[in-house]
């Protein structure tokens, strides 16, 4: 029998350690939850200010400026975002922020006040560590990082009070041509990215870990969290397009522009002159009908070497054979992050689908969000019956939950093609995960006799896995921003889907050249053929050859005369960086593709994963008893989205967990001591 001596002071400050221990780890692990939701539920254009505590706050976001000089296809773009310390302590700041999937970063300045800082590229951990020295001295330093191709980090250290800063960061890329129309896509915002619980996003972590206290390895999942319907700032896009070619009509599919045409070059900017930073710019060019281009190449030369980028789009011929019946597979993404306008896009754009099946379809729907949910055991026909049942479920369906989208993936892509029908997968989604290239792996060696093609609903969709699980999956990307576009671009994908593919594409170039895609995919109706090269004073012609449904085509383009196009160089090493890296989802040496990946980067003087831009002013600015804090504004949430839906996502929930972690071992604490207490009184009544 235990005794009042049991309970001495000894054991009882025992006790009270434990409790202690508890309680710190209960403290700790609600702070982590709240440093871990600012880290990776950074929303784009924000300037975050680092605390002492590790946490990061963001500063006033003032005004946000874009220029395009689009030449042809090919686009030079530099944006320029500024911001001001308005607080009266030095600050440090990170800045995350989006940019289109195909960019090449190629350039980077600060400018504080009237001095401008200019970056150099270095390899990524070299990078980090200029940075961290310049800091520790007090100088004013600046980095650039990449956390996926279509998402950037900016670094700033030792801003002064009171100060206003600069940064700009310059980047090429190309247009895209789609169904006779050229489209650019300037993205504004982030909507909120899933990090899967369970899985393990090896391809999409960033493995080279720091400590310098900006977004590092543990910041690979950065998602939108801490938005609000309001904020300051806006932006203001201005355009100079020489197209060319005469062109029919400039339009914005979400903004009101205003156009200047002088000699065939057209000034364009917004009628409102600075908006919200709320939804993807979108510009669309379509030419004269009888200036349709057929062709084009667009050339830079570069230290004796000469780069290239063609387009050419296969002569579109339509057969009268009967199709084949078709197997179709509907998934439609039902998560948090789609709450509001895009489920409202999706589900209309999934009925309208399902209602243009032929009658030897035959189909299935399968919804997900933490886990996937079929409407049928197995395919069925397409009857007027089991039509009308699918269109009606799709109509009760409503936005919640996680993405768990590599279970849907797996249902979707598990069942063989049936015989004497031509299996396709039509995904609906914001594309709104951290772990693309875990489920670009997954489509690979999943794919067998099927195809992937996907439709990115919403103001702000992650274009890039749109586009890199279209091309794993051997479909096509389309994109869908608002209601109105919905019949008009799923009019479009199922002509593509009915109309034959041009197969069997080969190029010839005149001379040894290198050259990106290396494998040539087959073409659906009105997709252009657009590869890039790079060779040793490129002259004479380029034979292209391909089969359509009923006949050859042959194509000659010449190389000779003057193509002056700055940029297509940097297109090149972008294009050659992009294959590195699908060279890793498809298993590739892991080392040895990232040795590779710093020499083109280093060489071309690109962003890559694993090369950065580094800034520093040699002068000390700040000194040691000068401390850093910070201050902070929500960035403005994405146009058409739910606020509840992102404020506390579903689609973001590591930080959330760690918080009930941390709230729980509080809970436990708490019990442990009253317990002990309890005991005591017990015992010394006794």
Known sequence: MKTPCDYSPEKRSRGH??????????????????????????????????????????????????????????????????????????????????????????????????????????????????????????????????????????????????????????????????????????????????????????????TETGSSGFLDSRDESVTSQMVAERADGGISIDIRLDAGMPVKRISSAYHVLDVETIKNVHRIRLSQGVVPMDRDFVLNWVPVLDAVPTAAIFKERVEAQDYVVMMILPPQVSTAAQPLPRDMVFVIDTSGSMKGG??????????????????????????????????????????????????????????????????????????????????????????????????????????????????????????????????????????????????????????????????????????SVEVYPQRIPALYLMEPLLVVARGTELSGDVEIRGETAMQSWHETLSLEGEFRHPGVGALWARAKIESLEDEKIAGGDPQQLRQEIIDVALAHELVSSHTSLVAVEEVVRRYEWDKLKSSAVPNLIAQGQDLTAVSYPRTATSGMVTLWTGLLTLGLALTVFFWREWRLRTWTRA
């Open 17 to 206: 350690g434990i409790f202690r221990v508890l309680m710190l780890a209960s403290l700790l692990g609600g702070a982590a939850a709240s440093t871990a939701a600012d880290l990776e539920t950074t929303n784009a254009g924000k300037l975050l200010f680092k605390d002492p505590q590790g946490g990061y706050t963001s500063a006033v976001h003032v005004k946000s400026e874009v220029s395009y000089a689009i030449s042809g296809m090919v686009a030079r773009v530099n944006l320029i975002q500024h911001f001001e310390n308005q607080t009266a302590d030095w600050q440090e700041a990170v800045y995350v922020f989006p940019l289109p999937e195909t960019a090449a970063v190629n350039a980077m300045q600060i400018r504080v006040g009237d001095r401008v800082i200019s970056a150099s590229i270095k390899e990524k951990q070299q990078a980090r560590q200029i940075f961290i020295k310049a800091r520790s001295a007090g100088k004013t330093a600046a980095l650039v990082e990449q956390l996926r191709s279509n998402l950037f980090t900016q670094s700033v250290a030792n801003i002064a009070p009171g100060e206003s800063i600069a940064v700009s960061i310059r980047f090429v890329q190309i247009a895209d041509y789609l169904d006779g129309r050229f489209e650019l896509r300037f993205p504004m915002t982030i909507t909120p990215r899933y990090k899967p619980a369970a899985s393990v996003a090896e391809g999409d972590a960033d």
């Open 342 to 511: 895009s489920i409202q896009q999706a589900k209309k754009s999934l009925q309208l689908a399902i209602r243009r099946l032929r009658p030897a379809d035959q189909f299935n729907v399968i919804e997900f969000n933490f886990s996937p949910r079929r409407l049928f055991e197995e395919s069925v026909l397409a009857r007027d019956d089991n039509i009308e049942l699918a269109t009606r479920w799709v109509g009760s369906l409503e936005a919640n939950g996680g993405t768990e989208m590599a279970a849907a993936l797996t249902m979707a892509l598990a069942p063989k093609a049936l015989e004497g029908h031509a299996k396709h997968i039509v995904f609906i989604t914001d594309g709104a995960v951290s772990n693309e290239h875990q489920l670009f792996a997954q489509i690979q060696s999943q794919l067998a006799d099927s195809a992937l093609f996907t439709v990115g609903i919403g103001s702000a969709p992650n274009s890039l896995f749109m586009r890199k699980a279209a091309q794993f999956g051997a479909g096509t990307f389309t994109h869908i921003g608002d209601v109105a576009e919905v019949g008009e671009r799923m009019e479009v994908l199922f002509e593509k889907l009915d109309n034959p593919m041009a197969t069997g594409i080969s190029v010839q170039w005149p001379g």
